[in-house]
């Protein structure tokens, strides 16, 4: 009989959530103007800057997943007609790409392979070729789990006065983020991730320039996303603009205490230790990162599949006999890899010695040759 219980979530997102956050988001509800939620509010904004690593005054939990902050980004400041020039090596790059060319943007795609980082060269010549509103990559490509390193981009966009954004709906609480420092205009995340939190909010950060930018647009954004009405509510002013999210921020509130009381710093090395695990299991399974360790992400493993393993079956096994997510490969990496998330609350080494000898079952099941004992000492020892 196949096992029943909790499912371990070691896909792309959600990633489990703590006992703790599941019971912040069943409290009663509060009115968005009552004190006591705004206080809670308050405490939701601050702890956002500081994972973000910004001063910004408009950082705040938008309500809607994190294609909502990539959207509250593009309908704020990509106006018709304006150059954007956008990194796309993964689905979400091209997402974005699509959601500013949906907004009127003329948009040039700087494309490498998916599983390759970006050319900061090629980028650099695609910003430089004509004046740019605004230059975008995704730091932690869920599709692919190439992380990009943000300051030779930022650095690119600075000098050539375009705005720089980044998605980190992947990287925020999983590694250390200094947004301020590196002059990004405007991010956006998500809170499934590495947050642990469930999904719904979209954590996004604006700076002044990208808010003067926002507010000079024409024609207005769409009400929902407009930063000025944001403000009023996510500002001193405290009015009324959507009726908030309330269970899903006490929710937030509780997975930024429990970050908070980790330490940023403390929580990206388990990420990174978690994953080093990982990866030092997959010879003895017959497997391969895609990724070399210097662009990987510290959450998000992707792994090719030996000759003649059959992708719908490994996965379906696992959730069956095993109660254990992991991701589909995207795109053109459909059938060819399987994405393994250890994020947040999911970033354990037990949950790693879990998945490692799912795996190894999997894979013998398929009549792939594997050693789960020296898998499962390799992960011990990395
Ligand atoms: N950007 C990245 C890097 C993502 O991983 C995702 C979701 O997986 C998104 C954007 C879109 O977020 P959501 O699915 O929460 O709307």
Same mark, same amino acid.
């Given at each position: ?144 789990? !190439?992380?990009?390193?943000? +300051? *030779?981009?930022?650095? /690119?966009?600075?000098? $050539?006065? =375009? %705005?720089?954004? #980044? ?71 405290? !009015?009324?603009?959507?009726? +908030? *999210?309330?269970?899903? /921020?006490?929710?937030? $509130?509780? =997975? %930024?205490?429990? #970050? ?88 354990? %080494?037990?949950? #790693? ?30």
């Amino acid at each position: 009989m196949a096992p029943t219980g909790e499912v371990l979530l070691l896909g792309p997102g959600p990633a489990p959530t703590s006992l703790t956050v599941r019971e912040a988001q069943a409290r009663p509800l509060l009115g968005q103007l009552d004190p006591e939620f705004l206080a809670i509010v308050d405490r939701v904004q601050a702890g956002l800057r500081r994972l973000f690593g910004v001063e910004h005054r408009f950082t705040l939990p938008l309500a809607g997943t994190g294609t909502a902050g990539m959207e509250c980004v593009v309908a704020n400041l990509v106006a018709p007609g304006d150059r954007v020039v956008v990194g796309v090596h993964g689905v979400f790059g091209q997402r974005f790409a699509e959601a500013a060319r949906r907004a009127g943007g003329q948009v040039t795609e700087v494309r490498a392979e998916f599983g390759a980082p970006l050319c900061a060269e090629r980028f650099a010549a695609a910003v430089a070729a004509g004046p740019t509103r605004l230059a975008a990559v995704v730091h932690a490509e869920t599709s692919t789990g !190439v992380l990009t390193d943000l +300051a *030779p981009f930022a650095a /690119i966009a600075r000098q $050539a006065d =375009a %705005l720089f954004v #980044v998605d980190c709906v992947t990287s925020l609480a999983g590694v250390e983020l200094a947004l301020g420092a590196l002059g990004v205009d405007a991010a956006f995340a998500g809170t499934q991730k590495c947050l642990s939190a469930p999904p719904g909010l979209a954590p996004v950060t604006f700076g002044e320039r990208a808010l003067a930018v926002a507010a000079a647009r024409q024609p207005a954004p769409p009400f929902y996303f407009d930063t000025r009405l944001l403000t009023g509510y996510f500002g001193k002013d405290r !009015v009324y603009h959507h009726t +908030a *999210p309330v269970s899903l /921020i006490y929710a937030l $509130a509780a =997975a %930024l205490d429990e #970050v908070e009381q980790e330490g940023l710093a403390a929580r990206a090395a388990r990420h990174r230790a978690v994953a080093s695990a990982l990866r030092a299991a997959l010879p003895h399974l017959g497997l391969h990162a895609l990724v070399p360790v210097e662009h990987a992400t510290p959450m998000l493993t992707t792994v090719q599949y030996p000759g003649g393993v059959d992708d719908a079956a490994f996965r379906r096994r696992l959730r069956e006999m095993h109660r254990i997510e992991v991701g589909a490969g995207l795109g053109p990496l459909a059938g060819r890899v399987f994405r393994i998330g250890t994020m947040g609350h999911g970033a354990t %080494l037990g949950n #790693v010695e879990r998945v490692v000898a799912a795996i190894g079952e999997a894979l013998a099941a398929q009549g792939v040759r594997v050693d789960t004992a020296a898998a499962l000492l390799a992960a011990r020892r990395a």
